[in-house]
């Protein structure tokens, strides 16, 4: 069985997370999980709520430099299918959608344990899953916006207030105030 990576090199055989049977690459530290191996493992993990999303995605990780290239199933032959983690440096899990084969460039699993979805690699494929991580990696972008525009502290109000405005029964007349505030042309005397 070859690396998917780089299809000169002969995988060998390894384990991660205690028992878990695998093969790995030599030269590229990648990871081959074959299906089989991975569902009897995963039915060995204790049951947890598959469907919660991590609390965050910020986990510091190198991206290998393999990661951009696709790959071939080492298996089956069948191209890769990807799904992105999007993290500060984001990364791409390779997944067989022939035999469910997974593959995990050199650190990956690592960053999957941390964030508690290596349990679960299948949702990562799903459009919910990949959706709700575009919209947190959005709303990231948009905090970090807030903060470079109005500094931390300007920031942290903005953002205390409008919690307190979200969870208040009447909050939304306090956003109604705000954007009528702002709507209004600025007269020379209000400045």
């Given at each position: 069985?070859?690396?998917?990576?780089?299809?000169?090199?002969?995988?060998?055989?390894?384990?991660?997370?205690?028992d878990l049977a695998v093969k790995c690459c030599?030269?590229?530290?990648?990871?081959?999980?074959?299906?089989?191996?991975?569902?009897?493992?995963?039915?060995?993990?204790?049951?947890?709520?598959?469907?919660?999303?991590?609390?965050?995605?910020?986990?510091?990780?190198?991206?290998?430099?393999?990661?951009?290239?696709?790959?071939?199933?080492?298996d089956c032959r069948h191209y890769l299918s990807?799904?992105?983690?999007?993290?500060?440096?984001?990364?791409?899990?390779?997944?067989?959608?022939?035999?469910?084969?997974?593959?995990?460039?050199?650190?990956?699993?690592?960053?999957?344990?941390?964030?508690?979805?290596?349990?679960?690699?299948?949702?990562?494929?799903?459009?919910?899953?990949?959706?709700?991580?575009?919209?947190?990696?959005?709303?990231?972008?948009?905090?970090?916006?807030?903060?470079?525009?109005?500094?931390?502290?300007?920031?942290?109000?903005?953002?205390?207030?409008?919690?307190?405005?979200?969870?208040?029964?009447?909050g939304d007349f306090g956003v109604a105030y705000?954007?009528?505030?702002?709507?209004?042309?600025?007269?020379?005397?209000?400045?």
């Open positions: 069985m070859h690396c998917p990576k780089d299809r000169k090199i002969l995988l060998v055989n390894s384990q991660i997370s205690g030599p030269d590229c530290k990648g990871t081959w999980i074959p299906a089989e191996q991975y569902e009897a493992w995963q039915a060995r993990q204790p049951q947890s709520n598959q469907d919660v999303f991590p609390e965050t995605l910020d986990v510091e990780y190198v991206q290998s430099p393999f990661d951009a290239k696709g790959g071939l199933c080492p990807r799904a992105r983690v999007g993290l500060k440096t984001p990364f791409y899990v390779e997944r067989c959608l022939e035999c469910g084969g997974i593959w995990c460039d050199y650190g990956e699993w690592e960053v999957l344990e941390k964030l508690g979805l290596h349990t679960s690699i299948q949702r990562l494929f799903s459009s919910e899953w990949q959706a709700r991580a575009r919209e947190r990696e959005h709303l990231s972008q948009e905090r970090q916006a807030m903060i470079d525009k109005l500094g931390q502290e300007l920031a942290d109000q903005v953002f205390g207030l409008a919690d307190a405005l979200q969870d208040h029964p009447n705000l954007m009528r505030r702002f709507d209004r042309p600025v007269s020379t005397e209000n400045r």
